[in-house]
């Protein structure tokens, strides 16, 4: 009886602890606070990470709803995974396009595959992680065939002209989608 009782405990507890992961190492795509737990993705962002994936030609990296303020870079259990809020990002496909939400989740890739993450992402300034990982989103964006205009419309709908300590100011974010844009198309 009483081993009855642990194991239920435990399959009790284990998608608790599954939904309580503390994040750590974030990039985020505009900055704010995190929160936690996550949440099965739905079928389209699967979908638009495996594009971004294939545009990019690296291994797929796993994205989850979870409790952020726009999306995020984070680890996860050592794997690098992509935390997004469903709110925000059904609110910039509302706003924008289809290609809205796929270039954030390409500027989340872009700070992986920059080890923005890792230790040595702390090394680097803020504002460099932001226009490299915008940049590769630009490149990504290209190459899935989004026009210019569709590659930095998300920037556009959530423009900042100031900037923050951790996030570089609209202008010069344009100037690094473009400039990847503009490489992905060669
Ligand atoms: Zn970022």
Known sequence: MKK???V???IFLVPIAAHSQTYRLLCSWAGGNFGQGLNQPTRTAVQASNQVAR???????????GGV???SA?????????VYNSNFMNAMFRSGSQWAPKSIIAHE??????????????????WTKELQSDFVSGLAMARMGATLEEATRALIIQFSSFG???HPDTPR????VSQGWYRGRT
């Open 4 to 6: 009855l009782i642990f």
């Open 8 to 10: 239920s405990l435990i």
């Open 55 to 65: 545009a990019l030609e690296v291994d797929y990296i796993s994205i989850y709803q």
């Open 69 to 71: 303020l726009n999306a």
């Open 74 to 82: 984070t680890v996860l259990n050592n794997e690098p995974v992509i």
């Open 109 to 126: 890739y872009g700070h992986h595959l920059n080890y923005d993450t890792t230790y040595y992402g702390q090394f680097k300034h803020p």
């Open 164 to 166: 923050s300590q951790s």
């Open 173 to 176: 974010r344009l100037d690094a």
